[in-house]
């Protein structure tokens, strides 16, 4: 079993940056992937990164290709947020698994932090 939690949300201005953390506890925590997925009001869960087991791969979803930086150094998980926009705010999920962008491939799921990015 695999626990997370995530933390570091807040209310920031359009190009400001936020560092979100995940801390995942439990025996085999590590040898997982982790993700991050953001969720908007009326919308649908989506893939934002993702990265393997050993962080020597990571994938990003075109939208926040090169604003954002997901890292993990041993039960934690990064998620560095540059030049965010409005349409960032979500509330945003750390989940562990198989890397990929489904839902499906993750198995544990943290309970969500909100990003709010004022125009």
């Known amino acids: 079993q695999v626990q997370l939690v995530e933390s570091g949300g807040g209310l920031v201005q359009a190009g400001g940056s936020l560092r979100l953390s995940c801390a995942a506890s439990?025996?085999?925590?590590?040898?997982?992937?982790m993700g991050w997925f953001r969720q908007a009001p009326g919308k649908e869960r989506e893939f934002v990164t993702s990265i393997n087991w050993s962080g020597s791969n990571t994938y990003y979803a075109d939208s926040v290709k090169g604003r954002f930086t997901i890292s993990r150094d041993k039960n934690m998980v990064y998620l560095q947020m540059n030049s965010l926009k409005p349409e960032d705010t979500a509330v945003y999920y750390c989940?562990?698994?198989?890397?990929?962008?489904?839902?499906?491939?993750?198995?544990?799921w943290g309970r969500g932090t909100q990003v709010t990015v004022s125009s």
């Open positions: 439990g025996r085999t925590a590590i040898t997982y992937a």
């Open positions: 989940a562990a698994g198989a890397t990929g962008r489904y839902t499906g491939l993750y198995n544990y």
